[in-house]
């Protein structure tokens, strides 16, 4: 799988798989994800709350490669 790490604040673009990663007001990080899979798509839409970024990443991209996605778009928020 390809990983494609956006700079910080750049979205993913529409109609790619993704993952958003976003900072929390105390430190920790979520991750929330979409996929395309043909005309069907697969989203956690509940954020899944991490202690770190790099545990979302892993998170994250984990599940998108359990999903057998070619190419996933790595988009991160941080706080101010």
Known sequence: MEIVKLPV???????????????????RFTYTGSLLAGEESIAIVDPVLCPTREAAEEQGTSWA????????????????
């Open 65 to 80: 490669a359990g999903c057998d996605v070619q190419r996933l778009y790595v988009s991160t928020t941080l706080l101010g």
């Open 9 to 27: 604040g750049e979205p993913a673009p529409k109609d790619s798989d993704c993952i958003g990663i976003e900072e929390q007001a105390d430190g």
